[in-house]
């Protein structure tokens, strides 16, 4: 076979450092997730959905073929914390916390990963980043080890 084909759908989620709610004004939240879905079409990750509340996001996106998910990962980190802190001077000590989830998930449930992340604003009526966190662990068969992994 002469080319390479990947079909990798991607759940990423990270949170604010100590999950300090500086994404709490809509929208330019809803600016940061525009901002985080063009990184990832830059990157030649086309991003499916991206959505959050104030203090972490959720991205769907099919991974290229040419990176890796910690360089998808660090580099929609780094490019966007330069971005807020250029188009909100006053989110000048804003970070995004330093490590994230990443979880494989299957085509079949795309459309239900979509609607959930679209939804994040009524689902964190009712629950925490770290409950939901620990949930997705738990999903994906992931170990969490709490001393870091929400920092």
């Known amino acids: 076979m002469s080319q390479s084909l990947t079909q990798i759908y991607l ?8 999950r300090e709610p500086f994404l709490h004004d809509k929208p330019f939240r809803a600016r ?8 990832c079409k830059g990157l030649d990750s086309p991003c499916l959905q991206v959505g959050g509340v104030a203090d972490h996001v959720h991205v769907l996106s099919r991974l290229a073929k040419t990176i890796a998910v910690a360089d998808l ?4 980190k780094r490019d966007s914390t330069k ?11 804003f970070h995004w916390q330093g490590g994230y989830g990443a979880f494989s998930i299957s085509p079949g449930h795309v459309d239900g990963l979509i609607d959930y992340i679209k939804n994040q604003e009524e689902h964190h009526k009712h629950e925490t980043f770290q409950e939901e966190f620990r949930k997705l ?3 994906y068969g992931v170990g969490l080890d709490e001393r870091y992994a929400l920092d």
Do not use: M, Q
């Open 83 to 93: 971005w807020i802190k250029l188009e909100a001077p006053d989110l000048g000590e």
């Open 73 to 76: 990962i660090r580099e929609l």
């Open 32 to 39: 940061v997730h525009a901002y985080l879905a063009g990184i």
């Open 137 to 139: 662990c738990e999903k």
């Open 11 to 18: 759940h990423i989620v990270f949170s604010t450092k100590n």
